[in-house]
């Protein structure tokens, strides 16, 4: 099964004796029902009406006939939970059908040699027999019968059963095979090739019958099977039986389904360590090459011959000669899709696997160095067309050899690869060396003996409900109060206090599932000024607290936030909060000495950078990285010393290289502070508890100096319309963004809103109906509208991925359903659709306590109560499709947007040229 060339070889050697004597035979009348597709080489093809293709090869020659039925499916074909399953069925065919009742036995009786094999593509039955009619008719009936008769029985299964599991034991019990098949699993991350064709063992003893009674019915029909004929026979007579035997058989209703996962290019190398009892060590490395049919591959197979070759091959002088290796080997699987090619070499345990494996890799990897000869070339071929001279004629084997290019595609293909190992220049054979024997198309296997196994047992899955019979959970844990998420509800229950420091405190009480509490502490500090050239301090400042306080260090830390059961995010804007009842006074006061007492670190802080260095080298080709920053800078353009200036990122590299701790600690005890500051609470708790604590905490943690809040003033933007190339990523990002003179309290706000829930805003939109759902050009695809609550400041922004040779058509489609909006706009029924939509986002967002809390937080800062949301609410309702329209008209110029397209197009413009 693993060496095509051996049975290939044997093929043309019989094709070789049976021509002459087929040159003699008069053409065979085809019988009714048979049609004739072609003759090459003495191998003629029929087709019956059901499907089933026919090949004879007569040979007068031989006194022997050779019946071989192909089905095109193999382990490529299996699903999750069906590995292996096509070996399996391999075995239960041979248990018999209601006609047949015991096949072995028949066999037996008429003195043939049998068998069947599994491989990725195919799966094939065979026997050869003394040539006689009587012989022939009987090995067609059976086949015929078999191919849609078979019992498949639950209790032929579990006979079976033991055969199959020792076969895949003794597997298991060679290094080798084992090393090869961890190595074709590595090297294959999607397609069934990485899978063993014997399946895993979980598989095999658990597959249900039901599973492969409906695997054998699909498969197993003859619109999907080739009948291979070769011996001695009559050629007329036999195609009579064929029809008789196989005619009847009805072509299938179901339709088959080709299977379309493609391995994506391998994009670096791969390892595999095999560490098991053994007695000798093994190198071996993996790469993959076209499918068979591939005009490459015949140069491919002369390259194997090349390297594995014994003794004048290249691996046997590297390894061998030089005492690094015991011995040598190689191949290559010739498939139906992208195979690959297989080199090793064994080891005795006082040898050095290091040297060997460096050895095996640089022999094969350094052809563009040291090029194939023109004398190497010739002696691989002369060894290749030699072999197929002197092979003996072998009927069996001759028909396992168009076994493998049938599931190639075409039994054709494989005289078409004879031809092309006699034709393939130098230049072909080293392209071939260049293009697949690289470092990133390897897949590294290193076998290393061990006496003493310690490895990790995962032991099986529990039976879940006999391990929950009874179990009735903690009765302890409170359920909570059904909450009304009504803006009116909301006010209602909230209390609202001062501290004499100045910050502002928004408290709504609540019984909660499990007693859990959340809260949302915003600061505020700084100002324009005393700001400026301090974004990179200050942003490691927020980033340094949790790193370390006067009592805790990092970790302790954490482990005094586990043990409370909280869960603390800190930043430069404030921090959030979420605990339980009983933990949360400790919470905040560990909280409190977080903000209040951090010691920043020096190695704490050298970490820091380091790991922010990374972060930021890590979106040098990220293509969404790369076209938000491009975005930002263009659409919000200020001084670099400004607090909102967006920096490279090289300027952030170089500023964060130039950093010292000493600038982190002056940003926080210059301007920190909580005399600007807004503290929301929800969940059980009690107020007049947590005003007296946070009192207590933050009532005298007074700012260094006034806040004053940093301006954010429109900007009328000149747009662009960039592409930004970033290689060797598959997919690509657009994004078009563009200013807005708005604020949120704006009498078109709540218009503009909902145009834009409808545009892009939802799974609904027109974007999102026509560039994913009706043309599948993006996973992704939305729109956003948003201002600012001080300033005349916002912004409209589409976001988009997509394959980087659809960029055009999603660039124009977005175009097209824009101008289609401001033009149509939208329906009376859209527009309904969307209010209603939207509102009952907000109401689950209120059932949100954290998101709810945020907003009670923000609201502090605004200087507003829940109020806002009943009337904003109250406008969404009275929206119509009119006033929607004009709002969009009003506010948004599509003309004015920035588009930014990143992605590896350099690829699609090379593809477009070369057409």
Same mark, same amino acid.
């Given at each position: 099964?693993y060496?095509h060339?051996?049975?290939?070889?044997?093929? !043309?050697?019989?094709l070789?004796?049976?021509k /002459?004597?087929n040159a003699q035979?008069?053409?065979a009348?085809?019988?009714a029902?048979l049609?004739?597709?072609?003759?090459?080489e003495g191998?003629? @093809?029929y087709?019956?009406?059901n499907g089933l293709?026919?090949l004879?090869?007569p040979?007068?020659s031989?006194?022997?006939?050779?019946?071989?039925?192909?089905y095109?499916?193999?382990?490529?074909d299996e699903?999750?939970?069906e590995?292996?399953?096509?070996?399996?069925?391999e075995?239960l065919?041979f248990?018999g059908? @209601?006609q047949f009742?015991?096949?072995?036995?028949?066999?037996?009786?008429?003195?043939?040699?049998?068998?069947?094999?599994t491989s990725?593509d195919?799966?094939n039955y065979f026997e050869?027999?003394?040539?006689?009619?009587?012989?022939?008719?009987?090995?067609?009936?059976l086949?015929a019968d078999r191919?849609?008769?078979?019992r498949?029985?639950?209790s032929?299964?579990?006979s079976e059963?033991?055969?199959v599991?020792n076969?895949?034991?003794?597997?298991?019990n060679?290094?080798f095979?084992v %090393?090869?098949?961890?190595m074709?699993?590595?090297?294959y991350?999607?397609?069934n090739?990485? *899978?063993?064709?014997i399946?895993s063992?979980?598989d095999?003893?658990?597959?249900?019958?039901? +599973?492969?009674?409906a695997?054998y +019915?699909?498969y197993y029909?003859p619109d999907?099977?080739?009948l291979?004929?070769?011996?001695?026979?009559e050629?007329?007579?036999?195609?009579?039986?064929?029809?008789?035997?196989f005619?009847p058989?009805?072509?299938?209703?179901?339709?088959?389904q080709?299977?379309?996962t493609?391995?994506?290019?391998?994009?670096?190398?791969?390892?595999?360590?095999l560490?098991?009892v053994g007695?000798?060590?093994?190198?071996?490395?993996?790469?993959?090459?076209p499918s068979?049919a591939?005009?490459e591959?015949a140069?491919i197979?002369?390259l194997v011959?090349i390297?594995?070759?014994?003794?004048?091959?290249?691996?046997?002088?590297a390894?061998v &000669?030089?005492?690094?290796a015991?011995?040598?080997?190689?191949?290559?699987?010739?498939?139906?899709?992208?195979?690959y090619a297989f080199?090793?070499?064994?080891l005795?345990?006082?040898?050095?696997?290091?040297?060997?494996r460096?050895?095996l890799?640089?022999?094969?990897?350094?052809?563009?160095?040291h090029?194939?000869?023109a004398?190497e070339l &010739?002696?691989?071929?002369t060894?290749?067309?030699?072999e197929?001279?002197? %092979?003996l004629a072998?009927?069996?084997?001759?028909?396992?050899?168009l076994?493998?290019?049938i599931?190639?595609?075409d039994?054709?293909l494989?005289?078409?690869?004879?031809?092309?190992?006699?034709? !393939?220049?130098?230049?072909?054979v080293q392209h071939?060396a260049?293009?697949?024997f690289?470092?990133?198309n390897?897949?590294?296997?290193?076998f290393?003996p061990t006496?003493?196994?310690?490895?990790?047992e995962?032991p099986?899955v529990p039976?879940?409900?006999?391990m929950l019979?009874?179990?009735?959970?903690?009765p302890?844990v409170s359920?909570?109060?059904?909450?009304?998420?009504t803006?009116?509800?909301?006010?209602a229950?909230i209390?609202r206090a001062?501290l004499?420091?100045?910050m502002?405190?928004a408290m709504l009480?609540?019984k909660?599932?499990?007693g859990?509490?959340?809260a949302?502490l915003?600061?505020?500090?700084?100002?324009?000024?005393?700001?400026?050239?301090?974004?990179?301090?200050?942003d490691?400042t927020?980033?340094?607290l949790?790193?370390?306080?006067k009592?805790?260090?990092?970790?302790?830390?954490?482990?005094?936030?586990d043990?409370l059961?909280?869960?603390v995010?800190v930043?430069?804007?404030?921090?959030s909060?979420?605990? !339980? +009842?009983?933990?949360?006074?400790?919470?905040l006061?560990l909280?409190?000495?977080?903000?209040?007492?951090p010691?920043?670190?020096?190695?704490?802080?050298e970490?820091l950078?380091?790991a922010?260095?990374?972060s930021?080298?890590s979106?040098?080709s @990220?293509?969404?990285?790369?076209?938000?920053?491009?975005?930002?800078?263009?659409?919000?353009p200020?001084?670099?010393?400004?607090?909102?200036?967006t920096p490279?990122?090289? &300027?952030?590299i170089?500023?964060i290289?130039?950093?010292?701790l000493?600038? !982190?600690?002056q940003?926080h005890?210059?301007?920190?502070?909580a005399s600007?500051?807004e503290?929301?609470?929800?969940?059980?708790?009690e107020?007049?508890?947590i005003?007296q604590l946070?009192?207590q905490?933050?009532?005298?943690?007074?700012?260094p100096?006034?806040?004053q809040?940093?301006?954010?003033?429109?900007?009328?933007?000149?747009?662009?319309?960039?592409?930004? /190339?970033?290689?060797?990523k598959?997919?690509a990002?657009?994004?078009?963004?563009?200013?807005l003179r %708005?604020?949120?309290?704006?009498?078109?706000y709540p218009?503009?809103?909902v145009g834009?829930?409808?545009?892009?805003?939802?799974a609904?939109?027109?974007l999102?109906?026509?560039? *994913?759902e009706?043309e599948?050009l993006s996973?992704?695809v939305a729109?956003?509208?948003?201002a600012?609550?001080?300033d &005349?400041?916002g912004?409209?922004?589409?976001?988009?991925?997509?394959?980087p040779?659809n960029?055009?058509?999603?660039?124009s489609?977005?175009?097209? @359903?824009?101008?289609r909006?401001?033009?149509?706009?939208f329906t009376t029924?859209?527009?309904?659709t969307a209010?209603?939509?939207y %509102?009952?986002? +907000?109401?689950?967002? *209120?059932g949100?306590d954290?998101a709810?809390?945020?907003?009670?937080?923000?609201?502090?800062?605004?200087?507003?109560?829940?109020?806002?949301?009943?009337?904003?609410e109250?406008?969404i309702a009275?929206?119509t499709?009119?006033?929607i329209?004009?709002?969009?008209r009003?506010h948004l110029?599509?003309n004015?947007l920035?588009?930014?397209?990143?992605?590896?197009?350099?690829?699609?413009?090379?593809?477009?040229?070369s057409?």
């Amino acid at each position: 099964m693993y060496r095509h060339l051996i049975t290939f070889i044997t093929f !043309v050697i019989s094709l070789i004796l049976f021509k /002459e004597a087929n040159a003699q035979q008069p053409n065979a009348k085809v019988p009714a029902g048979l049609t004739k597709m072609t003759t090459v080489e003495g191998i003629s @093809e029929y087709q019956l009406t059901n499907g089933l293709r026919i090949l004879l090869a007569p040979d007068n020659s031989l006194d022997s006939i050779t019946v071989n039925v192909v089905y095109l499916v193999g382990s490529r074909d299996e699903g999750y939970g069906e590995s292996g399953m096509a070996h399996l069925l391999e075995h239960l065919l041979f248990k018999g059908t @209601e006609q047949f009742s015991d096949i072995k036995n028949e066999f037996t009786k008429r003195g043939a040699r049998w068998n069947g094999t599994t491989s990725y593509d195919r799966t094939n039955y065979f026997e050869t027999f003394t040539a006689s009619a009587d012989n022939l008719d009987w090995a067609l009936r059976l086949e015929a019968d078999r191919m849609v008769n078979s019992r498949v029985a639950k209790s032929d299964l579990d006979s079976e059963m033991t055969v199959v599991r020792n076969e895949f034991e003794a597997g298991e019990n060679s290094p080798f095979s084992v %090393l090869a098949d961890r190595m074709t699993s590595a090297a294959y991350s999607w397609h069934n090739y990485g *899978r063993s064709i014997i399946g895993s063992r979980s598989d095999i003893e658990n597959v249900p019958i039901e +599973r492969l009674q409906a695997f054998y +019915r699909h498969y197993y029909q003859p619109d999907n099977a080739v009948l291979v004929v070769a011996g001695k026979f009559e050629e007329a007579e036999a195609l009579k039986m064929v029809a008789r035997h196989f005619g009847p058989l009805p072509r299938p209703t179901r339709k088959l389904q080709k299977t379309y996962t493609a391995e994506p290019t391998q994009d670096g190398e791969r390892m595999v360590k095999l560490r098991r009892v053994g007695d000798t060590q093994i190198a071996a490395t993996l790469y993959h090459i076209p499918s068979g049919a591939h005009p490459e591959y015949a140069a491919i197979d002369l390259l194997v011959t090349i390297l594995r070759e014994v003794p004048g091959g290249r691996l046997h002088k590297a390894l061998v &000669e030089s005492k690094h290796a015991t011995s040598i080997l190689g191949f290559e699987r010739q498939l139906r899709e992208a195979g690959y090619a297989f080199f090793g070499a064994n080891l005795r345990p006082d040898m050095s696997l290091d040297t060997a494996r460096d050895d095996l890799i640089n022999t094969i990897e350094s052809l563009a160095a040291h090029p194939i000869t023109a004398e190497e070339l &010739e002696r691989a071929r002369t060894r290749l067309l030699n072999e197929i001279e002197q %092979l003996l004629a072998d009927t069996r084997k001759f028909s396992i050899t168009l076994t493998e290019y049938i599931a190639m595609g075409d039994w054709r293909l494989l005289f078409l690869h004879r031809d092309r190992i006699k034709q !393939v220049t130098l230049d072909e054979v080293q392209h071939a060396a260049n293009n697949y024997f690289k470092p990133s198309n390897r897949t590294l296997g290193l076998f290393i003996p061990t006496s003493t196994l310690d490895r990790a047992e995962i032991p099986a899955v529990p039976d879940v409900a006999l391990m929950l019979e009874g179990y009735r959970g903690d009765p302890s844990v409170s359920a909570g109060e059904a909450f009304d998420p009504t803006p009116t509800n909301i006010e209602a229950r909230i209390v609202r206090a001062t501290l004499p420091g100045g910050m502002k405190l928004a408290m709504l009480p609540k019984k909660t599932r499990g007693g859990t509490v959340v809260a949302s502490l915003l600061l505020h500090w700084g100002d324009e000024e005393s700001t400026q050239n301090r974004a990179t301090a200050c942003d490691i400042t927020s980033a340094m607290l949790m790193r370390g306080t006067k009592h805790h260090t990092r970790q302790t830390l954490r482990d005094t936030f586990d043990r409370l059961k909280a869960q603390v995010d800190v930043n430069n804007e404030g921090v959030s909060i979420e605990t !339980v +009842r009983a933990n949360l006074p400790d919470t905040l006061r560990l909280v409190a000495e977080v903000l209040r007492e951090p010691t920043f670190p020096e190695k704490e802080f050298e970490q820091l950078k380091l790991a922010m260095l990374s972060s930021i080298e890590s979106k040098r080709s @990220e293509p969404g990285a790369q076209a938000s920053l491009l975005m930002e800078r263009h659409l919000a353009p200020y001084p670099a010393s400004h607090w909102h200036y967006t920096p490279t990122l090289e &300027e952030r590299i170089e500023r964060i290289n130039g950093l010292t701790l000493a600038e !982190v600690k002056q940003c926080h005890s210059e301007l920190f502070g909580a005399s600007d500051s807004e503290f929301s609470i929800i969940g059980d708790f009690e107020p007049e508890e947590i005003l007296q604590l946070t009192r207590q905490l933050f009532g005298d943690w007074k700012s260094p100096r006034p806040y004053q809040r940093i301006p954010v003033p429109y900007q009328d933007i000149t747009p662009i319309n960039h592409d930004l /190339e970033t290689p060797d990523k598959a997919n690509a990002v657009f994004q078009a963004g563009m200013n807005l003179r %708005l604020r949120d309290d704006h009498p078109d706000y709540p218009a503009l809103i909902v145009g834009n829930y409808l545009l892009g805003g939802s799974a609904d939109s027109r974007l999102w109906r026509r560039i *994913r759902e009706q043309e599948g050009l993006s996973y992704n695809v939305a729109s956003t509208l948003s201002a600012s609550t001080f300033d &005349e400041q916002g912004e409209f922004n589409i976001y988009a991925i997509y394959a980087p040779e659809n960029r055009a058509r999603v660039e124009s489609a977005v175009k097209e @359903e824009l101008e289609r909006v401001m033009k149509e706009g939208f329906t009376t029924e859209e527009v309904e659709t969307a209010k209603a939509g939207y %509102l009952q986002a +907000r109401r689950i967002a *209120r059932g949100q306590d954290k998101a709810l809390a945020e907003r009670l937080a923000n609201y502090l800062t605004r200087k507003r109560t829940m109020q806002w949301d009943i009337e904003f609410e109250t406008r969404i309702a009275a929206l119509t499709p009119e006033s929607i329209l004009a709002a969009l008209r009003k506010h948004l110029d599509f003309n004015k947007l920035t588009i930014i397209k990143a992605g590896d197009f350099s690829k699609v413009t090379t593809a477009t040229a070369s057409q």
